[in-house]
């Protein structure tokens, strides 16, 4: 599998459902970051989980991080329509020369059905 | 709050022309970066700039690719001669030293070559 790998690929569910989307990926991390991007626009920053952290909320959202297993969790509680986008985690590891890499994974497209 | 902006959100041109993509990256931040993303596909690096010199680059990043940061606020990334296969959305991102913190995109230049 590719660094930053998700899954499910697709995922649809009812307004106020929990939605769960799994990261896997290969290296050593620094940090892992979950992105989320509505079609065909920007890339918004919705939470970073350090190395060190296991688990991290923010409002609606709940990320998990196993450095074990290499995997990380985004839970997003009470889903509302709006929350339908494609969902990225990206992998912060230090790459060739020391520099950093950020390594999206191919996402995970939900949809929250009204 | 801070934010990375990017300029033209949409540029149009005709294969084998040159295009620059222009960012404001955060005026604090250090690291600067660029990715792109093919429609429907995943956001890919292409390259990462510190201290006035490209720290790391993917396989994509070839001879065509270039980065500069002219002034100490625009970072631009040129592609020389545009081949169909560059449409995609480019991002830019910055950041602030150390290896936890985040890097803060941009909302993208999306490049129609045609």
């Known amino acids: 599998s590719q660094q930053g790998e998700e899954d499910p690929q697709a995922l649809s569910i009812q307004e106020g459902e929990n939605a769960t989307m799994n990261c896997s990926y290969k290296?050593?991390?620094?940090?892992l970051q979950w992105y989320r991007q509505n079609s065909g626009r920007g890339l918004v920053h919705l939470i970073l989980?350090?190395?060190?952290?296991r688990e991290k909320h923010s409002g609606r959202l709940r990320v998990t991080l196993d450095t074990s297993k290499k995997s990380s969790s985004l839970l997003i509680t009470a889903s509302r329509a709006a929350d339908t986008a494609s969902y990225f985690c990206?992998?912060?590891?230090?790459?060739?020369?020391?520099?950093?890499?950020?390594?999206f994974g191919i996402g995970t497209k939900l949809q929250v059905i009204p | 709050e801070p934010e990375v902006t990017q300029t033209p959100s949409h540029q149009v041109t005709q294969m084998g022309q040159e295009v620059i993509l222009r960012c404001v990256p955060i005026?604090?931040?250090?690291?600067f970066y660029w990715y792109r993303q093919i429609l429907g596909q995943k956001v890919e690096f292409l390259v990462s700039?510190?201290?006035?010199?490209?720290?790391?680059k993917s396989e994509i990043f070839d001879d065509q690719f270039s980065v500069e940061r002219p002034d100490g606020s625009n970072f631009t990334l040129k592609i020389r001669s545009t081949k169909l296969e560059d449409s995609a959305m480019y991002f830019c991102?910055?950041?602030?030293?150390?290896?936890?913190?985040?890097?803060?995109f941009g909302p993208g230049t999306r490049l129609t070559v045609l």
């Open positions: 991102a910055s950041k602030e030293r150390g290896f936890f913190n985040e890097q803060f």
């Open positions: 989980i350090r190395s060190n952290e």
């Open positions: 700039f510190y201290n006035n010199e490209i720290s790391e």
């Open positions: 990206a992998t912060d590891a230090v790459a060739r020369g020391g520099y950093q890499k950020v390594t």
């Open positions: 290296t050593s991390i620094n940090n």
């Open positions: 005026s604090n931040h250090l690291y």
